[in-house]
């Protein structure tokens, strides 16, 4: 059977917020005005002046123009301000480096892709040279040492800002490249970020957040930091005590950054001594992160949106100010409205990663279904075609009997620990209706004005996204185990979900056309192939259903989306007693096989429609088999797209697309196979 790969997205909204804007003034680019060169080469001239304070003044404003359009952003970018002010973080004036940290903080938070330009001109270099400075600075205050002169107390004050600026660049880089990791890891970063969790009480929040990140992101599948984590087992104790000990509003993001760092470093966490095995120890850590996490997603999103349309509705909301003029201005207090959507912007970052890690712990485990593909990943090309060649129904089954000795088997999923894991069980009762909940559109998800959302509506979008790939993940996860006993247990509770995401598409579809909107209808089309598996005979079909999915089919240009929509007709069309669903199902199939083999395009899309016949047509006693693939003639129209198929494998480079060449490949020999069973079954 034909199966979506499973992921988490990897895309994360900004945890840190801007440095001098209060993070809700954002969308109204088209409102702002555009600088000209003219105006803008005086204020770049002064990086380079005599004068400290215009140093200082004129990294104040390149951040302020920045921040008020993207458009000034790219001019600016064109001068090459990167250079001038990565230059200035050496600067003898303390207000000089400041204020350059401050904007090159601010340039990649609007534009994550300068972080290449960073790298190139070397901004590792006056960063770690700044890295002890702060260290030693931080370490004053939480000690409370006496002050050595006023420029000892402006240091100090700034100090906290400085931090969030340096660990935010870091951060960014990070998530930039991953060659860019192996750098930062010469820095001895981790010490230094992890002193503010073993500070957590003492450190302002948005300080513990930033290195929390910073740690999450360097710790992600990077094995060259686990040695870190050995040589210190205090790290982990640290995070172990904050999961304990910080259970206040304002720490939750604190924690679940915790329960995402330990898990990236899972290998090497040990809790209670010594485990059977490897699954033990991740059991015991997930029944620690669980509670945790659940409790994170304790939030009315629908509320929240709408007492964010309000606050929007009523004016004052802090904007840019549409002038043209650059001096910076001083900050203006933030409103009681400016506040509340900020806090609700950062509980949706909580949220996500939340959602994030809790669609992670699904994918745990997993065992590996096609472990033949991998064994035969040093063929080469013309060895792989020859062998597409020479297919035929007189040697097919030979060639199977060759993939059987190479695969291997796996191993046997214990069905009674599951059902009693304190895990699976905290995700049907507590964390599935919170999905339910944490996916459904609110007012502001998708707004018919998007200019106006401040920073509101893509935290939302974010957070249906998130909530939906948990679900989908926890629907897959349900189908691996053999019984699918969630599916027969909770039978209505899954129908109800059927009904609901066909609902919630309706909802989404007939928003503005959007990146995030089309990203969301993507994931809801996963989570009905999931759960279509797991329903079965009991999907809730109503009649508009498979001819929204075939409509969808048709408008969708995109592949991934395409392969989803056929997967999800598969469930569909096995139902019995429905012969005319299956017809329509079958026919349009056929259909599109016919297309896409003759135009050689979509071959992913090509693969599952073929798994999807496989799966439906398996057996002749199926009621709709007859009236449809025979009478269809399906199986002389599946012989005629053979060689078309053939050709269209053939064309899948291994070198550059292995695995895609593996499920071809794989589709190909059932192909050959099916033609021959379904030309046979009926005489024997």
Known sequence: MGKEVRKSAKRRSNPLGNRVTSGVQRGLDEQQPTLQSDQVLPVVQKLSSQDATERAWSAACISNLVLSNTANLKLLLSKGIVAQLIKLLGDDSREVVEESLGTLRNICSI????????????????????????????????????????????????????????????????????????????????????????????????????????????????????????????????????????????????????CAILMNIREIVQLSGSWDDERDAVEELNRKFMPILISSLDFDIQNAANECKVAIDSGNVTRHDESTEITPKPKQPLTQQDIYINNTIERLTTLQLSLELLSNICLQDESDED?????????????????????????????????????????????????????????????????????????????????????????????HQRALECLNNFFLAMNDIPSQFWFKEHVEEAKRTWSWLFSTANTIGSAPESQDRNDLLEIIVGCLWAL????????????????????????????????????????????????????????????????????????????????????????????????????GNFNNRLKQLLPLFKSMVKSVDRRKNFDLRARCDEALMNLVAFIKYKATERRS
């Open 111 to 258: 534009d994550p892709a300068v972080c290449h330009e960073y790298f190139a001109k070397g901004i590792l270099t006056p960063l770690s040279a700044m890295l002890p400075q702060i260290s030693h600075i931080i370490d004053l205050v939480l000690k409370d040492a006496s002050l050595a002169d006023e420029a000892d107390q402006d240091r100090r004050t700034s100090i906290w800002d400085v931090a969030e600026n340096f660990i935010y660049i870091i951060w960014s880089l990070s998530e930039t490249s991953d060659n860019y990791i192996k750098a930062i890891n010469r820095l001895n970063i981790i010490a230094f970020l992890i002193s503010f969790l073993s500070a957590a009480d003492q450190c302002p929040t948005k300080v513990v957040i930033a290195a929390g990140q910073c740690l999450t992101t360097l710790t992600d599948d990077n094995k060259d930091i686990y040695i870190e984590f050995q040589n210190h087992p205090d790290y982990i104790q640290t995070m172990l005590n904050i999961l304990d000990k910080f259970d206040s509003p304002e720490k939750i993001l604190v924690r679940v950054l915790c």
């Open 371 to 463: 472990g033949w593909e991998d064994s035969d990943e040093n063929m080469d090309e013309a060895e792989a075609d020859g062998m597409a060649d020479k297919l035929t129904e007189d040697n097919i089954d030979e060639y199977f009997n060759d993939m059987e000795k190479l695969g291997g088997s796996s191993a046997a999923v214990e069905e009674n620990a599951l059902r009693s894991s304190p895990v699976i069980n905290m995700f049907t009762v507590e964390v599935f209706p919170r999905l339910i909940q944490l996916s459904t559109p609110t007012v502001l998800s998708f707004p018919q004005n998007p200019t106006l959302n401040f920073g509101v509506t893509p935290s939302l979008a974010l957070t």
């Open 532 to 631: 279509g598996r797991g329903l079965g005979q009991n999907i809730p079909l109503e009649p508009s259903h498979v001819p929204m999915l075939c409509a969808a089919f048709t408008a969708s240009s995109i592949d991934s989306m395409r392969v989803k929509i056929v997967g999800t007709l598969g469930p569909i069309a096995t139902r019995q007693g429905d012969i005319s669903t299956n017809k329509d199902i079958g026919v349009f199939v056929m259909d599109l096989l016919g297309n896409l083999c003759s135009q050689r395009s979509q071959v992913d899309v090509v693969v599952e429609a073929l798994n999807v016949i496989y799966d439906t047509y398996s057996d002749c006693a199926f009621d709709y088999d007859e009236p449809v693939y025979v009478q």
